[in-house]
């Protein structure tokens, strides 16, 4: 990360295990990432891969009877890992709130949209009946929902895919928080209402300084919104960097793999990654090297036994990859 500006979001060597099942699955191994103020960072890659894990420990949604957080979570002035119920509970939507990529999941069947976004805001403001109804129809507003004040009475299932999303924005935007976490929010939409929705997520984000960090398979969309990516593989941070210098100057091994994998090597909109050849690793039985030496060409017996450290080009560009030196920028094959 660029300068010495404070990070406002700090994840630092988060692990998270899941401990229900017969053996304990590191879905997220020592994934350390900062954020400062008004950034946009986009976590890709291939299913499995521990995006939606690492995204949903900072809100803490992982059910704690079965899930063990190790590492630092910090938002703002919050330490996530250490919050009380009580402070959770304020902390999630006042300071950073989630979209998803279906909004049914997060809207409740029962009551009309605007009848949720009044109680959110309610539940974190101080603001009459009335002062809440009227900012339900500006957040309406300010996502573009055309007649707002008639579909504020609407329920979720009477609502398109599209307004169902934006009414979700507004529902995340309710109680004004700082920091937006995305779950693919585009992906079951049209392309046509994709693009929409992700001009808008750019436009509210510059307008309200939002920081945010979101999961998408879509790389078109992560360089078009993000100024930084992550990549990620077997629940570790593999390549980060500007967007520009993961695209063009892609230095780890399986992030130059997902982007060859990309229909025609362009970068365009709607791109999606396709499959490597090959398989990640049973996340219950981890190899002691790099998870992706399997899959690797350039893998050698010390990549299976060392866990890579990150080697970093530029301050905000970094590879965990032993075998850099093979892949310097003039040597990516197009
Ligand atoms: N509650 C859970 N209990 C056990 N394993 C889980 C749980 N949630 C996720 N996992 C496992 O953790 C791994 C990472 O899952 P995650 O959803 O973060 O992947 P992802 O990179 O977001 O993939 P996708 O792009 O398909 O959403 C997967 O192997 C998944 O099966």
Known sequence: MNGTE?????????????????????????VTLSLKRGEVVALIGE?????????????????????????EIRVGEHNVVQLSNAALSSFRGKVASMIFQEPLLALDPVYTVGQQIVEAILRHENVSLEQAKARALSLFERVRIPSPERRLDAYPHEMSGGMRQRAMISLA???????????????????????????????LQREL????IFVTHDIGAAVEVADRIAVMYAGRIVEQGTSRDLIRSPRHPYTR??????????????????????????????????????RCGLAQDACRQTQPQIV?????????CLRTEQTLPEQVAN
Not at 209 to 212: A, R
């Open 6 to 30: 404070k990070p406002f979001v700090e994840l630092r060597d988060l692990t998270v295990t899941f401990t229900g099942g017969k053996s304990p699955i590191k879905a997220v191994n020592g």
């Open 173 to 203: 935007l309710a109680s004004s928080p700082e920091l937006l976490l995305a779950d693919e929010p585009t992906t079951a939409l049209d392309a046509t209402v994709q693009i929409q929705i992700l001009l808008l997520l750019r436009e």
């Open 209 to 212: 300084g939002l920081s945010v």
């Open 312 to 320: 970093w080009f530029t301050s905000d560009h970094g590879a965990r």
């Open 47 to 71: 299913s499995g891969s521990g995006k939606s894990v690492t995204l949903r420990s900072i809100l803490r949604l992982h059910n704690p009877n079965r899930t063990q957080i190790e590492g």
């Open 257 to 294: 793999a997902l982007l060859k994998s990309l229909a025609h090597g362009s970068v365009q909109k709607g791109s999606r990654l396709e499959t490597i050849s090959g398989s990640p690793p049973d996340l219950s039985k981890l190899p002691p090297g790099c998870a992706f030496a399997d």
